[in-house]
């Protein structure tokens, strides 16, 4: 099953807006990532953010981490077209962090 | 693009029939994870190998097998193949012992008639 639940399921929101996805999960971890998935691909890494930090930024990317509500959020800021895509995080859980565990994803579109 | 790569990029099978799944991981990587991902879900672990022992196994039955070569490469292997085995399998790679980043590959996707 999956320990991460991504909020708003699906996001819709125009070019040069700024979009901003939530992430929850259940265990305690060593760090959260967040990936980008178009059209079913491959996934494309997009940033780390580990336990002991609370905030990390990425060109237009900002990922907050609150361990204490075991959640996480990412915004996009200043978005684009090309932004369109499925986002889900993924946690190492402490006591198997040789695996990921995804939530179920956030489907942002951005009208141009 | 990661380095990773992955055949074939479609594939369809009958219920019943086995599949090989491969996977080229990224140069330098020792370490590759496999993931399912149903339709409209997050990928989900089957397993991973480092340094061609498997290093964890998620909640997939035995009939789901896998294999890493001297080479860091590796397969997935699906035997008894039932509809629910529909899906997208992803692998990634990553360095040294599968924490952290993992550089996923673009996929291949399974259909079960």
């Known amino acids: 099953s999956q320990q991460g639940e991504e909020d708003p399921q699906a996001l819709s929101i125009q070019e040069g807006e700024n979009a901003t996805m939530n992430c929850s999960y259940k265990?305690?971890?060593?760090?959260l990532q967040w990936y980008r998935q178009n059209s079913g691909r491959g996934l494309v890494h997009l940033i780390l953010?580990?336990?002991?930090?609370r905030e990390k930024h990425s060109g237009r990317l900002r990922v907050t981490l609150d361990t204490s509500k075991k959640s996480s959020s990412l915004l996009i800021t200043a978005s684009r077209a090309a932004d369109t895509a499925s986002y889900f995080c993924?946690?190492?859980?402490?006591?198997?962090?040789?695996?990921?565990?995804f939530g179920s994803g956030t489907r942002l579109l951005v009208r141009p | 693009e990661t380095g990773v790569t992955q055949s074939p990029t479609h594939l369809i099978k009958t219920r019943g029939q086995q599949v090989t799944l491969r996977c080229s991981s990224q140069?330098?990587?020792?370490?590759v994870s496999w993931y399912q991902q149903a339709l409209g879900q997050g990928p989900q672990f089957i397993f991973q190998?480092?340094?061609?022992?498997?290093?964890g196994r998620g909640n997939f039955p035995p009939r789901f097998s896998g294999l890493q070569f001297p080479n860091y490469s590796s397969e997935l292997n699906v035997n008894a193949l039932e509809l629910d085995d529909s899906a997208l399998y992803l692998c990634?790679?990553?360095?040294?012992?599968?924490?952290?980043?993992?550089?996923f590959g673009p996929g291949t996707r399974l259909l079960v008639l």
């Open positions: 990634a790679s990553s360095f040294p012992s599968g924490q952290e980043t993992q550089y």
């Open positions: 265990t305690s971890i060593n760090n």
């Open positions: 953010i580990r336990s002991n930090e």
């Open positions: 993924a946690t190492d859980a402490e006591d198997s962090s040789y695996k990921l565990i």
């Open positions: 140069s330098g990587h020792n370490t």
């Open positions: 190998y480092y340094r061609e022992e498997e290093n």
